[in-house]
């Protein structure tokens, strides 16, 4: 399935994303929540992987779901705290919808192509993950 074609806020500072504008990359997609005990642990090992990563073949982006959050706010005060890496907001849950996504943090990895390659909820390890990700950078 192609991957919706998006353009969303930065959290964090000004400016906006394009999904289309790293086509041709693998990009992953966690969608999360700053109150989520699952996101909590979820969110510091990509953090870890992100510093590590080759980040020219794997576009790592979080995307905070203000209407999963309790107040909008702590959203902002997580990701300033917590995430180096380059953190959007979505539209309430629009995209989250348009993902279908049925929890947080859910985990989306997009191939090369624009297609989704796995989709991945809360309870996934962190190694299937990672091996998503080194089969599509084979």
């Not at 642990?41 to 510093?51: F, H, N, T, V």
């Not at 209407?67 to 979505?90: H, M, N, W």
């Not at 947080?104 to 809360?122: C, E, K, L, N, S």
Request: with cysteine; hydrophobic share 35%.
């Amino acid at each position: 399935m192609q991957a919706p074609s998006f353009c969303l806020n930065y959290l964090t500072k000004p400016g906006s994303y394009r999904l289309d504008q790293d086509r041709g990359s693998v990009i992953m997609l966690t969608f999360w929540a700053s109150w989520c005990p699952d996101c909590s642990s979820d969110l510091p090992k990509k953090e870890q992987l992100y510093q590590s990563i080759d980040q020219k073949k794997v576009k790592m982006l979080t995307i905070n779901v203000p209407a999963r959050e309790r107040d909008p706010l702590e959203g902002i005060r997580y990701a300033e705290k917590f995430l180096s890496q380059p953190t959007l907001v979505d539209e309430g849950r629009k995209l989250y919808d348009q993902y279908q996504c049925k929890g947080v943090p859910t985990t989306i990895i997009i191939d090369q192509t624009g297609h989704i390659y796995r989709q991945f909820g809360a309870q996934v390890s962190f190694i299937e993950i990672a091996t998503a990700l080194g089969d599509l950078l084979k």
